[in-house]
């Protein structure tokens, strides 16, 4: 449900108790952190004090301001030792912060509105309410696209920035640290839970992917599959180009689907590995829950899609399109 936060404040000619330390009153360092924090902020200011501040006090403020500046070229140490200075505050029965007051919330763009001693303001305050309560309706109506949103902002800021790191591993189109570069891929690919395709209405899990625990990448030399580095839990071989039982010779092979899942039930993993120009990369998924060959075949397009589908692979996306763009190492 949307709230808004709303800081409704009323302004007479009393300022209230100062803060010592901080140099205003604690009723200004209330409306300063509600500002801060982006809230909706009503002012009320009574008319009498309004009327001198817009009629009298701002102009001279400005005037004093201006000249000031022009002088010293710089704005005054402290504001509310200059208003006071500038004006004569003994010939009026406000208080002299009230109009440093009014001067930093008008400079900040507030709206003030009007009110009398004695009036009732309630029906004004309502009107207020209601509005604020028809606008939220309105974004009420469109909350999943904003979630959504507001989703895209978490997923796309923090792609941005693991992008770069990855490619300021690059230099002259080279990795300089592989297993830097390697850490930051593990990292991303991130577990998820399998939900049975026999269920219609209920959402039942049978399963999960485990987060990556290791990944490998190959580079093809000569006739040789070779280990290029890892990172995480693998004890990493070298494969002959003619051993077609080796997923990572598979893969390379298969110039159509540069994407393989394959898995082991003995050591409990999927395989998920892709082919970037001269490499391949293998990511280590643990299974989680009890599996068998019949249950692994019936989800193995579901994992499938659900890693390409994934945050993970958007990162393998750009490792694909970089190395597709190098020349070999």
């Known amino acids: 449900m949307l709230v808004y936060n709303i800081f409704l404040l009323f302004i007479a000619d009393k300022a209230g108790t100062m803060v010592a330390d901080e140099g205003k009153t604690v009723t200004h360092l209330e409306f300063l952190r509600a500002y801060s924090e982006k809230k909706r902020l009503i002012v009320y200011v009574f008319d ?44 009026i029965a406000v208080d002299p912060y009230i109009w440093y007051f009014l001067y930093d919330a008008d400079q900040k763009g507030i709206y003030f509105e009007r009110c009398s001693i004695g009036a009732d303001i309630t029906s004004n305050i309502t009107s207020y309410l209601s509005s604020l309560f028809k606008e939220s309706l309105q974004y009420l109506n469109i909350r999943s696209e904003i979630e959504q949103s507001l989703e895209y902002v978490n997923v796309y800021g923090d792609y941005y920035e693991k992008s770069l790191e990855i490619i300021s591993l690059f230099h002259k189109g080279k990795i300089e640290n592989w297993r830097s570069f390697l850490a ?51 004890t990493p071989d070298n494969f002959p180009f003619d051993d077609l039982t080796s997923y990572v010779v598979q893969t390379y092979r298969d110039n159509e689907n540069n994407e393989k899942l394959y898995y082991s039930l003995e050591k409990k993993t999927c395989y998920f590995l892709f082919k970037a120009g001269s490499y391949v990369f293998c990511f280590h998924l643990p299974l989680l829950g009890v599996w068998d060959h019949y249950k692994l075949q019936t989800y193995q397009e579901h994992i499938f899609n659900a890693i390409l589908e994934s945050k993970g692979y958007t990162y393998c996306y750009l490792v694909k399109t970089l190395f597709g763009g190098l020349v070999n190492e």
């Open 48 to 91: 009498h004090i309004l009327d001198m501040y817009f009629r009298e006090i701002r102009p001279k403020i400005r005037k004093a301001l201006d000249k000031h500046i022009e002088e010293y070229e710089k704005e005054p140490e402290s504001m509310v030792n200059f208003i006071n200075e500038c004006i004569d505050v003994q010939s």
């Open 184 to 234: 930051i891929l593990r990292s991303q690919m991130s577990g998820f839970n399998i939900l049975s395709l026999r269920t219609k209405y209920q959402q039942e899990s049978v399963g999960a992917i485990m987060e990556s625990n290791a990944v490998t990448v190959y580079e093809k030399i000569g006739d040789q599959m070779i280990c290029k580095e890892y990172d995480g839990i693998a």
